[in-house]
């Protein structure tokens, strides 16, 4: 309703002024006329860019669904963290923006809005629809950006890092997609961690090349800098955490299961057979790697998740370590 109203405001808006301009012309005169004022350029050119953005909205909201108000608010957050920088970084080659850059930022705004909502969405309910929907955009996007490629503007790099970004994005959120279509449970954790550290990595890579092609010609970008920072740093923290998670991992295999009675603190059922931690703290085998995908402390105590007990003394000269062992006396 919003989006027909915003179409309709900006038609009835570029009609009176184009009765105003030109009066009665012919419908030939009408469009030269429109190319030539920039008042009605600039009056067509929203008339567009409402057009693209309402279209762009509708199929979004039909293929991935409309977003919750607390959906809305991390979309909304993606959009100020994002267009943000980027008008920013518009500001330093403003000689390149004309009427027109309406239309291919609406274009822009769109796709980027489309990989946002499946972002969110994704997780929630996968499907092959949006599977199939995500590769239809990843196909106009591969299409676009061959077409800024034959160009060697600011903005089209602008537009050629953007659209690389999305493409990125789309890849990712299917692959995870797929993932959760398939059912694949068993080490799933593992798999999302790589494709996501992957993401970041190539993520990294693209900014990184941008800022290397667009320093030649152009001031430097400090906006995609930081967007560069900000990623390495998730980088550098998703890579730690996995790591830790692998090593928690093989310590959990490593140790073996000790039969006691109690409740699990994290699925609340009773224990029969459990894995205990450094800590004494006993816990369902299942619910410790679930746990292990999101914490690397105690769900008690919240100390270190540690399964082996090892034991380090140091002297003047050495260093040794080792695992303590329970030695039952036998009895008569």
Same mark, same amino acid.
């Given at each position: 309703?919003?989006?027909?109203?915003?179409?309709?405001?900006?038609?009835?808006?570029?009609?009176?002024?184009?009765?105003?301009?030109?009066?009665?012309?012919?419908?030939?005169?009408?469009?030269?006329?429109?190319?030539?004022?920039?008042?009605?350029?600039?009056?067509?050119?929203?008339?567009?860019?409402?057009?693209?953005?309402?279209?762009?909205?509708?199929?979004? $909201?039909?293929?991935?669904?409309?977003?919750?108000?607390?959906?809305?608010?991390?979309?909304?957050?993606?959009?100020? *963290?994002?267009?943000?920088?980027?008008?920013?970084?518009?500001?330093?080659?403003?000689?390149?923006?004309?009427?027109?850059?309406?239309?291919?930022?609406?274009?822009?705004?769109?796709?980027?809005?489309?990989?946002?909502?499946?972002?969110?969405?994704?997780?929630?309910?996968?499907? @092959?629809?949006?599977?199939?929907?995500?590769?239809?955009?990843?196909? #106009?996007?591969?299409?676009?950006?061959?077409?800024?490629?034959?160009?060697?503007?600011?903005?089209?790099?602008? /537009?050629?890092?953007?659209?690389?970004?999305?493409?990125?994005?789309?890849?990712? $959120?299917?692959?995870? /997609?797929?993932?959760?279509? $398939?059912?694949?449970? $068993? *080490?799933?954790?593992?798999?999302?961690?790589?494709?996501?550290?992957?993401?970041?990595?190539?993520?990294?890579?693209?900014?990184?090349?941008?800022?290397?092609?667009?320093?030649?010609? *152009?001031?430097?970008? @400090?906006?995609? /800098?930081?967007? #560069?920072?900000?990623? #390495?740093?998730?980088?550098?923290?998703?890579?730690?955490?996995?790591?830790? @998670?692998?090593?928690?991992?093989?310590?959990?295999?490593?140790?073996?299961?000790?039969?006691?009675?109690?409740?699990?603190?994290?699925?609340?059922?009773?224990?029969?057979?459990?894995?205990?931690?450094?800590?004494?703290?006993?816990?369902?085998?299942?619910?410790?790697?679930?746990?292990?995908?999101?914490?690397?402390?105690?769900?008690?105590?919240?100390?270190?998740?540690?399964?082996?007990?090892?034991?380090?003394?140091?002297?003047?000269?050495?260093?040794?370590?080792?695992?303590?062992?329970?030695?039952?006396?036998?009895?008569?």
């Amino acid at each position: 309703m919003k989006s027909a109203f915003l179409i309709v405001l900006n038609f009835l808006v570029l009609a009176i002024s184009c009765l105003i301009v030109c009066g009665r012309s012919s419908f030939f005169a009408l469009f030269k006329t429109i190319a030539s004022n920039r008042l009605l350029h600039l009056l067509h050119s929203s008339f567009i860019a409402s057009i693209i953005l309402s279209l762009s909205s509708y199929s979004t $909201n039909k293929i991935l669904g409309h977003l919750t108000p607390s959906e809305f608010t991390m979309y909304n957050e993606k959009v100020y *963290n994002v267009m943000g920088d980027l008008v920013m970084l518009i500001s330093m080659f403003s000689h390149e923006v004309s009427v027109k850059s309406i239309i291919v930022f609406s274009i822009l705004y769109s796709f980027k809005s489309f990989t946002w909502t499946l972002d969110i969405k994704s997780q929630k309910n996968p499907s @092959y629809r949006i599977v199939y929907a995500s590769a239809a955009v990843q196909t #106009l996007t591969s299409a676009i950006i061959m077409h800024y490629l034959s160009s060697s503007t600011a903005i089209s790099m602008l /537009m050629i890092l953007e659209y690389s970004l999305i493409l990125l994005s789309l890849l990712k $959120n299917q692959l995870i /997609m797929l993932l959760d279509i $398939n059912n694949i449970e $068993n *080490n799933r954790t593992l798999f999302v961690s790589i494709i996501k550290i992957v993401f970041l990595a190539l993520k990294s890579l693209a900014f990184l090349m941008f800022i290397l092609r667009f320093s030649v010609r *152009n001031r430097f970008p @400090y906006g995609i /800098m930081k967007s #560069l920072i900000s990623t #390495l740093l998730k980088l550098y923290k998703k890579s730690v955490l996995f790591k830790k @998670y692998i090593k928690l991992l093989i310590d959990l295999e490593s140790i073996s299961e000790v039969d006691v009675k109690g409740t699990c603190a994290i699925c609340t059922d009773d224990i029969i057979k459990g894995k205990k931690l450094q800590c004494s703290h006993v816990f369902h085998s299942s619910c410790l790697k679930m746990w292990c995908e999101r914490e690397v402390s105690c769900p008690i105590c919240r100390a270190d998740l540690v399964f082996k007990r090892e034991i380090i003394h140091e002297t003047e000269d050495e260093i040794i370590s080792g695992v303590p062992i329970e030695i039952e006396e036998a009895t008569d």
